[in-house]
């Protein structure tokens, strides 16, 4: 397949794209010397000398100690400023809304989550409410850029317009997310994303999980519904109109149950949280009771399943299985270097992950294909938010020159 | 999901950019003129007349007529040169090996094919054949730069090393067939690849068939095995080791018959070559004969579907319902624009697209996933060695200063 230049390069995209190196190299490697850089770019170092005042100008690298080692003079570091920049994510849960912010290290600085009931609520007053919680966010982080602005959403997003295509589970139709919020906090639109939260959590995996860099990798929701973010080649696949990983609805068993869609034996009906609950619940359990915190009635399977009791662990085993089963149609479709399991899969790990591996590893169809690792999330229920603070960063490292210069005018939000 | 450049670009990366850039814009637009080119690119006239130069010296491009309209004076057009560079394409198949060269327009303009029974003659014999038949496909096209050879194997690949790791159908492990095609032909090993045959099925469609340009495409092989090839965002997705794509073995019914894999239910045993010939013929029936060429026993089917045979029409039928579900699996992961469905499910439009592209409609997820197109292959069987001689051909898009300049010593191969 051809990888070809998108357009002739001229001197400014040049120089974005030596500022934007410069960056990456720093997240990839630490601080370094402009003769280390100078020698790993091809750069002279009259060029890196000017590009390293240039990010220092604009808030994203700063001074660090003196190189040690290595022949001559001893060079002055060079490190990421991480006091400058931050991205801000927030997130859309059918009973929550959350915020967070990370530094240019990826490393979260500010988070807040607080209760609150979507369906009643309807889409403006969340909007009302997930701005407030926007700007307090913002707050905190004053005194550094704002890069952007993510929201996570459990849906299929149309991202290049910021709309809310569908959401089933919030209620919600073709709403101007973006808008609604640039409207009522004064950021500048062009600074806001909206995103669905399997992508943002594949992102957050990708730059800042337990398995960061890995180049092909799968992240699959463990909620009532059932969503894959997939990155391949190191890329966010979308697909043609935004919709990939939608694996939910993967055709399991033609004899299935009766799924929220209407057909049969979809993925989710074997899987999601209410094929959970229904498994290993009577009614009256307060596991099944959606006004506990979704923690709570982990811990209470966990401590169930740790008992020995058969009802709990033959679900779980049914429910591992067919996971297991679910991800090796995925690995045989993508050949994925790693499958993150999160949400509740995440939650029970030895019950849920463990019988999912065996079965992945028993479906390879080579036995290198078996080599696919299958993971818990270690970033927990937080992914999808971390990814869209993220993914907000991501527009000053792919290009340095959106941060305003320390003596331009900085265009704070109101 | 940050798009970061690989590494800074210096002045010949820089020029190497930039004459890449004007063939994808002479091939995406046709003849142009400097000024147009400029105009396009944001280039000095100067320098696109450096370009244009360059290239015409390596046989990339060359004068065409007088660019009409316009103002000021009429300039002379830039195009294609089809005759200085050629893309060669090889394919191993079960009964035959193939050989095909295509110009820098994507034209075919040499294509051989024999029938040979790979099983018997073994992997030596089988490369000897092979490179025969290369050498005379590189005579044919004798005066013309050869930019490279691909070949294609039903199997999994180590693209990396030119090794094919396992190919069932040929009875083949760990083969070094780059090595093996270098060392017979005498040309270069750094301008032979190999790949599967679903990716470079895949790679004809984007590039040459007749849904061309569609960056999220895949291409679904109809043989006895069942692969996919996966174009997302305009790169072909290979997975972490190379093994993306291998739909065949999709457990799609946990009652379904045995798979060779040895597990049951497998998309393969629904929808391959196999299950076609089980479904609707009996002993002696001469369709499910191997010794008539595939076309005729096709042409066969055809015919009985077009004069109402009822045990034909019920088995396509149900093979063709059962294409549409995997199709659908592999919409819900991917959201491609279209999927082209190849082999034997293209000779068998009427009674196998059609009903699979209502299954598929049937299962989007949303009314808008259902945009998905499923098409035929317009490419037929030839479409592996077709995208191999592409492939090959992409070295010269990507940089075209690999071809040697007109005044440099030619490097031809022995």
């Given at each position: 397949m051809p990888v070809m230049p998108e357009q002739p390069t001229d001197r400014a995209a040049l120089r974005r794209a030596n500022l934007a190196w410069v960056i990456r190299v720093l997240r990839e490697q630490g601080g370094l010397s402009r003769a280390q850089l100078a020698v790993l770019s091809g750069l002279s170092k009259a060029t890196v000398s000017t590009l390293v005042a240039e990010l220092t100008s604009r808030r994203l690298v700063r001074a660090g100690g003196v190189a040690a080692g290595g022949q001559g003079r001893p060079g002055q570091i060079v490190e990421l400023d991480t006091d400058g920049v931050r991205g801000v994510g927030l997130e859309v849960g059918v009973d929550h809304l959350a915020a967070t912010s990370v530094d240019t290290a990826g490393n979260v600085v500010a988070d807040r989550q607080v209760p609150f009931d979507v369906l009643s609520a309807g889409v403006e007053r969340t909007i009302d409410k997930l701005a407030e919680i926007a700007g307090k966010e913002l707050a905190d982080v004053v005194g550094a850029y704002p890069a952007g602005i993510t929201v996570s959403v459990p849906g299929l997003v149309d991202t290049g317009r910021g709309?809310?295509?569908?959401a089933p589970r919030l209620r919600w139709r073709e709403v101007p997310l973006a808008d609604g919020l640039a409207g009522r906090l004064g950021?500048?639109?062009?600074r806001i994303s909206v995103d669905n939260d399997a992508n943002l959590s594949a992102t957050a995996e990708f730059e800042a999980g337990g398995m960061r860099g890995t180049a092909d990798l799968v992240y699959v929701t463990g909620d009532f519904g059932i969503g894959a973010g997939v990155i391949a080649g190191g890329r966010l696949v979308r697909g043609s109109i935004g919709y990939a990983g939608e694996v939910g609805h993967m055709s399991m068993d033609p004899m299935g149950p009766q799924c929220s869609c209407g057909?049969?034996?979809?993925?989710e009906t074997q899987v999601g949280l209410a094929a959970l609950f229904h498994a290993l619940t009577a009614p009256g359990d307060p596991v099944s009771?959606?006004?506990?915190?979704i923690e709570e009635r982990m811990a209470l399977i966990r401590s169930r399943a740790e008992h020995g009791d058969q009802r709990t662990l033959g679900a779980l085993h049914q429910i591992g299985a067919a996971l297991g089963v679910g991800v090796s149609i995925v690995v045989n479709v993508l050949s994925p270097a790693v499958v993150v399991l999160g949400g509740y899969f995440a939650a029970l790990p030895d019950w849920l992950i463990e019988p999912a591996r065996i079965e992945v590893a028993a479906r390879a169809v080579v036995a290198e294909a078996a080599t696919v690792r299958v993971v818990g999330s270690e970033l927990g229920f937080t992914a999808a938010r971390t990814g869209g603070a993220l993914a907000a960063l991501s527009r000053v490292f792919d290009d340095p020159t959106q941060v305003p210069e320390r003596s331009e005018k900085t265009e704070a939000p109101a």
């Open positions: 709309v809310v295509r569908l950021f500048p639109l062009d057909r049969r034996g979809c993925w009771d959606p006004h506990r915190p």
